[in-house]
């Protein structure tokens, strides 16, 4: 997780939990994006609805599972950002138990106004924030 500079606390719920005892394909989008609204908090008063003037949508999400989580595991749950463009960025997931890895993936995300229904730039204030936390 040294390639990380920012992790999360979690601990899995009963929601999370299928009928095969362990964390569900659905939960595991569900806690990166808690993970993911607590990374925005710590850049700044930011949001998904609000970077600074605009809001998220992700096109795709991708998640691997590398191995089971059970109720009331202790997660950490760690994020960053891979790549910055114009419009859109991309942030990696690392989920562990112990140290030991979880389940890991990405979502692209771009910038979207909700208002006019299109993407648009990465406001200049997040990214200069995203910019210096991440050492880019």
Request: aromatic content about 14%.
């Amino acid at each position: 997780m040294e390639e990380f500079r920012f992790s999360f606390p979690y601990r899995v719920r009963v929601s999370d939990v299928n009928y095969g005892g362990h964390v569900a394909n659905s939960a595991v989008l569900n806690i990166f994006q808690d993970a993911r609204i607590a990374y925005f908090s710590t850049l700044g008063p930011y949001s998904e609805l609000d970077l600074g003037g605009c809001g998220i949508i992700m096109p795709e999400a991708h998640v691997f599972f590398r191995a089971e989580m059970f109720l009331n595991d202790q997660l950490t749950v760690a994020v960053r950002c891979t790549e910055l463009k114009r419009s859109a960025f991309t942030l990696e997931y690392r989920v562990e138990r112990d140290g030991m890895l979880t389940a890991e993936g990405t979502t692209p995300v771009v910038c979207f106004n909700y208002q006019t229904r299109k993407p648009c730039r990465i406001p200049e204030s997040f990214r200069l924030a995203m910019t210096e936390f991440e050492k880019f």
